[in-house]
Every structure is written in structure tokens, then in C-alpha cells.
């Protein structure tokens, strides 16, 4: 029987997998046999999740960088060629969410939100196209925000909704521009996520929950999953879409 979901041999780039939706959508992937390399800005959290990583015997690698910086997105590329020679899929998870008013967002909290939620992405997706490019199925994955659709619930600031919308319109409008080199590009659009899955969250957030249609916070490993076929070879047609994950 063919496996859709079989990641096996194919290298994963998660950035911002240190904690959070990002860890376990690198999780994910590992488990479905991907080699993962695990970013985020600090180096011993890095390290401590490549430790944790190796232990379940997933094949994993480290890159501490910030991809807010142009120069280290430069190194992100050069270290996956050096050590693999091409990137399967490139997931552009990591993100800054901190909560402004409108009277004081100064220009450099837009500056701050853009660079790392806009053009950190950016430059990811422009630097890795050459080492997708030569690959089977490769995609690219885009994580945006229900904030940027539904701003009723966020509590992130226009700086954050608007970074979280441009990721919207990048994935749309490179759709074709990839696909003439074989690259899916998507985005998944979380809900108000219960990270850890837990039941005190629920409670404190169940008036937000009561909004979706089934009346209960996605999960990270619900943001994962659509992550996951998205990816595979049940999507080898999908590419420009965004997917709402959360019942909206
Ligand atoms: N949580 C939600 O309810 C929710 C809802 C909708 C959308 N989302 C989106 O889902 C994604 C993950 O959210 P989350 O709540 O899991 O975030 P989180 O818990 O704050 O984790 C963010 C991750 O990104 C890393 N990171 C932050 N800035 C970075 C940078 N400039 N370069 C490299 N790594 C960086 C962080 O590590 P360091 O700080 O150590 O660098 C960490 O690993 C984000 O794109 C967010 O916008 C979340």
C-alpha cells in the first residue's frame, strides 16, 4: 500500500521549533521519518531540543539563527547545502506576537513584526527556492494567523495582523511564480491555539471557542496535521491555498 504521510529521507526545515506549534509540527515530521533541522535564536534551546530530538532517535540537526536577520538567513542556506545538498520542505513558522495599541505601535515594533513575520519569510523562501527547486513534491508552508481574517479574538496588534495577512498574499502570488519550478507554496491559518492541549485553557478561552463552528480551540498537533498533508503526496495538486485550522 503506498504510503502518502512517508517523509522518510526528506529534510525538513521548521524555524521557530524550540517550543510551541513549532515544535510539534517538527515532531511531526520526524516521526514520519523527515530529517529535521530545528530553529530558533538560542543557541542552548536549540541544542536542548536536538538533544531531546536525538534520544527518540529522530535525525535531527540544530541551526540557531534569526531569521529577522538577512545575514543568518544567508547561513541557514549555506549550512542545509553543506550538509544536505537540497531542502525538501521549508515550513516558515517562527514569528513575533506581541501586543500593541494603536497609539503605541512606534515604527520600530513595525519594523521588529515585519522583519521577522514578513521578511524573514522572505528571505527564506527566495534563498532555499534553488535548493527546493531540484526535488520531488517540494513545498512550502507558510503558518499565518486567524488574526489576519477574523481580528475579533486577537489581542496581537495591526503590526501582527498585518504581517500574518501579508503572509496571506505572499503565498497566493508566488503560487505560480513556484510552480513553473515544481514548488507548492500554502499557507495554514491557525485558530487561537491550545498549545498544550490542556483543559484549564479551555476553560479560560471557552468564550472564544464558543465562536468557531465546533465549538472547541485547535490543538498544535491539529495545526501539525494539516502541516502534514499539506506537505505529502495527498496535496501534489494544492498549492496557493490557505487553510483555516480552528472552525471559522
Ligand atoms: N499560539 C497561537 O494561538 C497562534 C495562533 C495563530 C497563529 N499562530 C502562529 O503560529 C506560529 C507559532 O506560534 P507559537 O504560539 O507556537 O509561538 P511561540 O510559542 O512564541 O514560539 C515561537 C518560536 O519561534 C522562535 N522564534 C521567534 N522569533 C524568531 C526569529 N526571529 N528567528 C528564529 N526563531 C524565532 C522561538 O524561539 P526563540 O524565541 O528562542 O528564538 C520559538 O521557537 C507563529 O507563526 C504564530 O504567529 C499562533
Not at 510551541?20 to 530529517?35: M, S
Not at 531540543?49 to 545575514?71: H, L, T
Amino acid at each position: 500500500m503506498k504510503q502518502y504521510l512517508n517523509f522518510t529521507e526528506r529534510v525538513v526545515l521548521v524555524t521557530g521549533s524550540t517550543r510551541g506549534i513549532g515544535y510539534v509540527i517538527a515532531e511531526a515530521f520526524a516521526e514520519q521519518g523527515a530529517k529535521i533541522i530545528i530553529n530558533g535564536r538560542v543557541k542552548n534551546t536549540v541544542q536542548k531540543v536536538v538533544d531531546i530530538f536525538e534520544g527518540k532517535g529522530y535525525a535531527v540537526i540544530g541551526i540557531s539563527a534569526d531569521i529577522g536577520d538577512a545575514g543568518a538567513v544567508e547561513e541557514i542556506v549555506s549550512q542545509i547545502k553543506n550538509r544536505f545538498g537540497h531542502l525538501d520542505i521549508l515550513i516558515n513558522n517562527a514569528a513575533l506576537r506581541q501586543w500593541n495599541s494603536l497609539e503605541n505601535i512606534s515604527d520600530e515594533i513595525w519594523e521588529d513584526a515585519l522583519r521577522t513575520n514578513f521578511f524573514g519569510v522572505f528571505h527564506l523562501i527566495k534563498k532555499m527556492t534553488p535548493l527546493l527547486k531540484q526535488r520531488l513534491n517540494p513545498s512550502i508552508i507558510n503558518i499565518s494567523s486567524i488574526a489576519a481574517l477574523r481580528p475579533l479574538f486577537s489581542q496581537t496588534g495591526i503590526h501582527y495582523i498585518v504581517s500574518k495577512g501579508a503572509l496571506l498574499s505572499l503565498t497566493l502570488g508566488l503560487a505560480k511564480e513556484l510552480g513553473e519550478d515544481g514548488i507548492r507554496i500554502n499557507a495554514v491559518i491557525p485558530g487561537f491555539v491550545n498549545k498544550e492541549n490542556d483543559e484549564n485553557f479551555s476553560k479560560k478561552y471557552s468564550s472564544i471557542a464558543d465562536q468557531t463552528f465546533l465549538k472547541k480551540l485547535p490543538t498544535s498537533v491539529d495545526i501539525a496535521n494539516a502541516c502534514l498533508f499539506l506537505a505529502s503526496d495527498l496535496a501534489t495538486a494544492v498549492s496557493g491555498e490557505s487553510i483555516i485550522v480552528g472552525g471559522y
